[in-house]
Nanobody, 124 residues
Framework: QVQLVESGGGLVQAGGSLRLSCAAS????????VGWFRQAPGKEREFVAT????????NYGDSVKGRFTISRDNAKNTVYLQMNSLQPDDTAVYSC?????????????????WGQGTQVIVSS
């Protein structure tokens, strides 16, 4: 079992930055691929970024490429999402998810464990 807790969300002006954290406890987190997803009101869940267990491979959704960076510190059981050049369209609840394999996926159904999410609001 893996428990995930997101933090770092909040209110930021357009053009600003935030860093989200996904802290894990329980099962060996360092063996799990991790993804970030977001969901805005009235919209479907959207893939944001993913990172493999070793951190050597990452992948991003088209809407965040070049602005967001995913990273992890397995010694701290934490995955980060650095978000720069934020825009109002980035407003959403951001959730992290851990897979039961070392690989990262861009589909939510491939993840077994989910956090509760953290709200990000970007004002114009």
């Amino acid at each position: 079992q893996v428990q995930l807790v997101e933090s770092g969300g909040g209110l930021v002006q357009a053009g600003g930055s935030l860093r989200l954290s996904c802290a894990a406890s329980g099962r060996t987190f360092s063996n799990s691929g991790v993804g970030w997803f977001r969901q805005a009101p009235g919209k479907e869940r959207e893939f944001v970024a993913t990172i493999t267990a070793t951190g050597r491979s990452t992948n991003y959704g088209d809407s965040v490429k070049g602005r967001f960076t995913i990273s992890r510190d397995n010694a701290k059981n934490t995955v980060y999402l650095q978000m720069n050049s934020l825009q109002p369209d980035d407003t959403a609840v951001y959730s992290c998810a851990a897979a039961s394999s070392p690989w990262g996926y861009d589909v939510g159904s491939r993840y077994k464990y989910w956090g509760q999410g953290t709200q990000v609001i970007v004002s114009s």
